[in-house]
T-cell receptor, first 113, second 113 residues
Framework: DSGVTQTPKHLITATGQRVTLRCSPR?????VYWYQQSLDQGLQFLIQ???????AKGNILERFSAQQFPDLHSELNLSSLELGDSALYFC????????????FGPGTRLTVT | DQQVKQNSPSLSVQEGRISILNCDYT??????FLWYKKYPAEGPTFLIS?????DKNEDGRFTVFLNKSAKHLSLHIVPSQPGDSAVYFC????????????FGKGTRLSVIA
């Protein structure tokens, strides 16, 4: 158990809809990262937050947004969903200080029908 | 444009033998490399890492070798066990602080009893 939790585990929704994925980092970790894994692809970095502020952005679509709250949990919002958004979405956290290792949650499997 | 490449999608090894997983990278600014293991329906689990100032790091049955001139790293597992069967991801980062990881597409290792 990495200590990173993600909810929900599975999500099935229709095209055009909006969903919110939630992540709670390990206790004490200030950095939260969101990654997307599509079929047969590696993990693609979406966005990073550090202590409530956006730190880095990857190939995140404009239809996607995220935030990190004062209690350090993070939410990834996906809107105007398309079939191609179906993927595994992982959240990872790190302490943001002395280690480079990131610890991953179990992921949310999103299916857009 | 893949900066981290794992050219072997899959690998089969007999139990007790050595497993060698390879990874190539193109970005000479990468200064830290990590290997993650992923079981189905779980998030990636950190396995071992290496700084660019080293050429070898060992942790039990797992050893990572880094050849900076060739921009190549490899993960050796000796001896291989059936429980090692998983997808292995190579990842890299650059710069100071906690920056996002760049992942390869993964290699599926099957250890046959």
């Amino acid at each position: 158990d990495s200590g990173v939790t993600q909810t929900p585990k599975h999500l099935i929704t229709a095209t055009g809809q909006r969903v919110t994925l939630r992540c709670s980092p390990r206790s004490g970790d200030l950095s939260v990262y969101w990654y997307q894994q599509s079929l047969d692809q590696g993990l693609q970095f979406l966005i990073q937050y550090y202590n409530g502020e956006e730190r880095a952005k990857g190939n995140i679509l404009e239809r996607f947004s995220a935030q990190q709250f004062p209690d350090l949990h993070s939410e990834l919002n996906l809107s105007s969903l398309e079939l191609g958004d179906s993927a595994l979405y992982f959240c990872a956290s790190s302490d943001g200080l002395k280690t480079y290792e990131q610890y991953f949650g179990p992921g949310t499997r999103l299916t857009v029908t | 444009d893949q900066q981290v490449k794992q050219n072997s999608p899959s690998l089969s090894v007999q139990e007790g033998r050595i497993s060698i997983l390879n990874c190539d990278y193109t970005n000479s600014m990468f200064d830290y490399f990590l290997w993650y293991k992923k079981y189905p329906a779980e998030g990636p689990t950190f396995l071992i890492s290496i700084s660019s100032i080293k050429d070898k790091n060992e942790d039990g049955r797992f050893t990572v070798f880094l050849n900076k001139s060739a921009k190549h790293l490899s993960l050796h597992i000796v001896p291989s066990q059936p429980g090692d069967s998983a997808v292995y991801f190579c990842a890299a980062r650059e710069g100071s602080g906690n920056t996002p990881l760049v992942f390869g597409k993964g290699t599926r290792l099957s250890v046959i009893a």
